[in-house]
């Protein structure tokens, strides 16, 4: 069984995953931004997944990280 000390806290696109890492940063959370696209096209490889970012949090900031992917998400969609 693997365990690991992160947690994936959001995976969507590119521009709502800049404003949650601006909004986890401004409370002092700083995650880690995974983005498999952007690897594979430095690889050489083509991307079906270009622009879907995924963000994870420390396990100890879990809890605070969702509540501000929930309010981001809640804002963004709003204000659509």
Known sequence: MSTTEYTK???GNFILAIRIKEEL??????????DEGESQRLAGYASLNQG???IFVHNDELETAKAIVTRVEAEMESAS
């Open 9 to 11: 806290v959001y995976y």
């Open 25 to 34: 940063e401004h409370v002092g959370i700083i995650p880690i931004i995974k």
């Open 52 to 54: 879907i970012q995924e």
